[in-house]
């Protein structure tokens, strides 16, 4: 039996299509090859429910790379624009512009929702507003947009996205990164270690709960959970901090 060959324009839905045309729009890129595009829209569950002769991959690589790139994009831009602020400021100010909940006022933004390709299971249960999941689509929009036209069009993007948010950081006291500042407190004892364990998965697919810990040289300081891996352990940070009397309990 030959393998699936991968999904086309053609093979797209003719709506799709057209919306990924109004969504150019909208972000001010056009792209070169609209596959990349296609593919950053497309969530797990569309590709799971069209399985056979074609294959539609689905965004989580994308995800994976735009993290990155959102990543280095917001850190030049805070080097550039704070040129008077420590390394703490500035990594608790990055936390802010990259956490889930921005990621998503940036998604909904642009209603990056109303674009995407998902399955039945998904549209019927209205999950295209899920925060996780629009937060994980906006990152593999940004690495399509790095992947078509490069750093610098990826990082236009980006910056555009985040520019409210920005705005308000040279006046604003810098969002609290916990895992950042649990970092700090445990530098100053060297020789110790600190790790998260994701020790719980709960809840289906479109809406799984993270239980992470945190642990300080093999030993348990904090259990926290979230709707992502990154924000249970943001969770078990606060908890480890609350240990160590940096939080009010």
């Not at 999941?133 to 947009?145: G, N, P, R, S, T």
Request: aromatic share 8%.
């Amino acid at each position: 039996m030959s393998s699936p060959r991968k999904a086309g324009i053609a093979d797209y839905p003719e709506g799709f299509r057209n919306r990924c045309a109004v969504l150019e729009q909208r972000i001010g890129y056009s792209f070169s090859d609209v596959l990349y595009l296609y593919n950053a829209l497309t969530h797990s569950s569309f590709s799971n429910e069209k399985k056979g002769r074609v294959r539609f991959d689905c965004n989580e690589r994308l995800e994976f790379l735009g993290d990155s790139v959102l990543a280095i994009a917001v850190s030049r831009k805070l080097f550039s624009d704070f040129a008077d602020r420590p390394e703490g400021d500035l990594t608790r100010f990055r936390a802010g512009l990259v956490c889930e909940d921005a990621l998503w006022e940036y998604a909904k933004k642009i209603d990056l929702g109303s674009f995407m390709l998902l399955g039945n299971g998904e549209q019927r249960g209205d999950e295209r507003h899920k925060k996780s999941m629009l937060a994980d689509c906006y990152e593999a929009l940004i690495a399509a947009v790095y992947l078509d036209g490069g750093m610098e069009k990826a990082g236009k993007f980006v910056i555009d996205s985040v520019s409210d948010r920005l705005e308000t950081l040279g006046s604003a006291e810098p969002p609290c990164d916990y895992k950042s500042l649990l970092q700090q407190i445990v530098q100053l004892n060297k020789g110790e270690i600190l790790e998260y364990e994701l020790v719980e998965e709960r809840g289906p697919d479109h809406d799984k709960v993270f239980v992470s810990r945190a642990v300080l040289s093999e030993n348990p300081i904090g259990v926290g959970e979230g709707r992502s891996k990154r924000e249970s352990e943001q969770m078990a940070a606060k908890e480890a901090l609350k240990l160590f009397g940096e939080l009010p309990k």
